[in-house]
């Protein structure tokens, strides 16, 4: 059993930065593609990025591009969010999901999921 715990989260404002971490531990399933998805207030679940076992394939959400940034680091089976130029409409509870078919954008391909980091931002 996989289990993935978020970091990072926090209260800031608009155009600050901040890096969420996704730490994976358990079995090597550990080292499959992850995704990160963020649910704001009265929302659904929207993608933010994803990252392949490899780092080679990287996809992002259009609300995120050019200011988030997915990486991993394969040796501490850690994934990172680095989130700049943050702006008020991308407070939401963020999620880091274990992939089990790759790099997706598609919420039902991931089969373990964290307990969610919230971030805030201010106006």
């Known amino acids: 059993q996989v289990q993935l715990v978020e970091s990072g989260g926090g209260v800031v404002q608009a155009g600050a930065s901040l890096r969420l971490s996704c730490a994976a531990s358990?079995?090597?399933?550990?080292?499959?593609?992850r995704g990160w998805f963020r649910q704001a207030p009265g929302k659904d679940r929207e993608f933010v990025a994803a990252?392949?076992?490899?780092?080679?394939?990287?996809l992002y959400g259009d609300r995120v591009k050019g200011r988030f940034t997915i990486s991993r680091d394969t040796a501490k089976n850690t994934v990172y969010l680095q989130m700049n130029s943050l702006k008020p409409e991308d407070t939401a509870v963020y999620y880091c999901?274990?992939?089990?078919?790759?790099?997706?954008?598609?919420?039902?391909?991931?089969?373990?999921w964290g307990q969610g980091t919230q971030v805030t931002v201010s106006g």
């Open positions: 999901g274990l992939s089990q078919y790759g790099a997706t954008q598609n919420e039902v391909g991931y089969s373990t």
């Open positions: 358990g079995r090597t399933f550990s080292s499959n593609a």
């Open positions: 990252i392949s076992s490899t780092g080679i394939v990287v």
